[in-house]
């Protein structure tokens, strides 16, 4: 059954630039170039204290802006650029969906015993907070707009024994994020947390 979890967002400042006209500029030495089609891949691991683990893939997407969008990584540094366009902004928004669900936990945070897994009312718990980051420097993302949450089931794959099985769930929930102004070289930083303030995961989404 759907049920909605609840986010906290902070509040942004983005920081606006003037619009540019600049084409690619002539390099030819290139040493990698990253291909954006599709959008901005998320990938974050994370844990509870004394509790379960878990995994976040997601991916930030926008209409038509990462259609075509390269980042060009060079001798003399690197640029975004869609064809013949250099790129500098983010467009107007970024759409985010996630998807979390458990994850074997690494060495130093295994407890032993009887392994434990996720709930809704543990993850209902997490209180997200969105940042833009450039160099060291977080600043709060605002403006952001919780989207469509629910919960999925997850069966096992040996169906005539699941009744040996705990259940086990997959989290899926959405968000907008205004992103006009901001420039390609920041990030954009997730933070996790428990309520007693503890950072259960962390990650970016970055060009």
Same mark, same amino acid.
């Given at each position: 059954m759907p049920r909605r979890l609840a986010y906290l967002a902070a509040v942004a400042f983005p920081l606006l630039l003037a619009p540019s006209e600049l084409v690619v500029p002539a390099e030819?030495?290139?040493?990698?170039? /990253?291909?954006?089609?599709?959008?901005?891949?998320?990938?974050?691991?994370?844990?509870? #204290?004394?509790?379960?683990?878990?995994r976040i893939n997601g991916q930030a997407t926008a209409p038509d802006y990462f259609n075509n969008l390269k980042r060009v990584d060079t001798l003399g540094g690197s640029y975004i650029h869609r064809g013949e366009e250099v790129v500098t902004e983010f467009p107007a928004q970024l759409h985010l969906s996630f998807v979390l669900y458990d994850f074997p936990c690494e060495a130093p945070f295994r407890? =032993?015993?009887?392994?434990?897994?996720?709930?809704?009312?543990?993850?209902?718990?997490? +209180? #997200?907070?969105?940042? /833009?980051?450039?160099?060291? =420097? #977080? +600043?709060? =993302?605002?403006?952001?707009?919780?989207?469509?949450?629910?919960? +999925? +089931?997850?069966?096992?794959? #040996?169906?005539?024994?699941?009744?040996?099985?705990p259940e086990r769930f997959e989290w899926e929930f959405e968000f907008d994020v205004p992103s006009v102004g901001v420039p390609v070289t920041d990030s954009l930083v997730f933070i996790f947390r428990t309520p007693d303030g503890h950072i259960a995961a962390r990650g970016a989404a970055r060009l």
């Open positions: 030819p030495h290139h040493e990698k170039i /990253w291909n954006y089609d599709g959008g901005m891949q998320v990938t974050m691991e994370g844990s509870f #204290l004394s509790g379960p683990c878990f407890s =032993a015993g009887t392994p434990t897994y996720l709930t809704n009312s543990l993850v209902g718990t997490l +209180r #997200l907070r969105f940042y /833009w980051k450039h160099g060291m =420097a #977080l +600043r709060p =993302a605002g403006g952001v707009v919780p989207g469509s949450s629910h919960v +999925r +089931r997850v069966m096992p794959f #040996l169906t005539e024994s699941k009744d040996g099985f």
